[in-house]
């Protein structure tokens, strides 16, 4: 069964560093999503990408976060210099696309962003 | 702007028990509704979508309903068993493809 790959499992750095978190999307599928879950609260959403644009962002996608489709493949994930508080794990989600199109989002297994 | 509430937030059952988790949101404008899975440190498994012209949707022994109308839904888990330990979360879209929203999640212990 096709499904969402992310990549590291597990990222350490320093605060101020640059971090690209990676996700591999169900291959047929052209909406794809970020979101967020500190330990502990809820799970939050961040951005959603579709036809290679941001089309929907969340008051904590500020100009420190961008995303990216570099190829046909892959949809990343980019914080620019990294702070204490966005420390949590990262999910990457995909769906599908139109007419009768269920838009059920698939998540992928997550990244543990760790901010020293 | 939307809120989505989980009751309860914790609930312990003997093995074999049948259970309901809920779930409300306060808009309900909602273009359907999903239940997910999540054990601890891992990702979300999708369990159950109901578009929001559906009022129920059946997975083996999981029976989701939805009554948009008043803001709910509720998730029935039949005889359960210790492998169904989690958090249980729902969430909702406002429209096609746009972002879910997210209950706190409701964690569940099976216990043998």
């Known amino acids: 069964e096709p499904e969402v790959t992310q990549t590291p499992s597990h990222q350490v750095t320093q605060m101020g560093q640059e971090v690209i978190l990676r996700c591999v999307p169900i291959s047929n599928h052209l909406y794809f999503y970020w979101y967020r879950q500190i330990l502990g609260q809820k799970v939050e959403f961040l951005v959603s990408?579709?036809?290679?644009?941001?089309s929907e962002k969340s008051e904590i996608f500020d100009d420190q976060f961008s995303v990216e489709r570099p190829d046909g493949s892959n949809f990343t994930l980019k914080i620019r210099s990294t702070k204490l508080e966005d420390s949590a794990m990262y999910f990457c989600?995909?769906?599908?696309w139109g007419a009768g199109a269920p838009y059920e989002q698939y998540f992928g297994p997550g990244t543990r962003l760790t901010v020293t | 702007k939307q809120e989505v509430t989980q009751i309860p937030a914790a609930l312990s059952v003997p093995e074999g028990e049948n259970l309901v988790l809920n779930c409300s949101f306060t808009?309900?404008?909602?273009?359907?509704l999903q239940w997910f899975r999540q054990d601890p440190g891992k990702g979300l498994t999708s369990l159950l979508l109901i578009q929001s012209s559906q009022r129920e949707q059946t997975s083996g022994r999981l029976n989701a309903s939805l009554d948009k109308s008043s803001g709910r839904s509720t998730l029935y888990i039949a005889a359960s068993q210790p492998g169904d330990s989690a958090t249980y979360l729902c969430?909702?879209?406002?429209?096609?493809?746009?972002?879910?929203?997210f209950g706190e999640g409701t964690q569940l212990t099976v216990n043998p």
């Open positions: 969430a909702v879209p406002w429209t096609s493809g746009s972002r879910l929203t």
């Open positions: 808009d309900s404008a909602i273009y359907n």
């Open positions: 990408f579709y036809n290679n644009e941001i």
């Open positions: 989600a995909s769906s599908e």
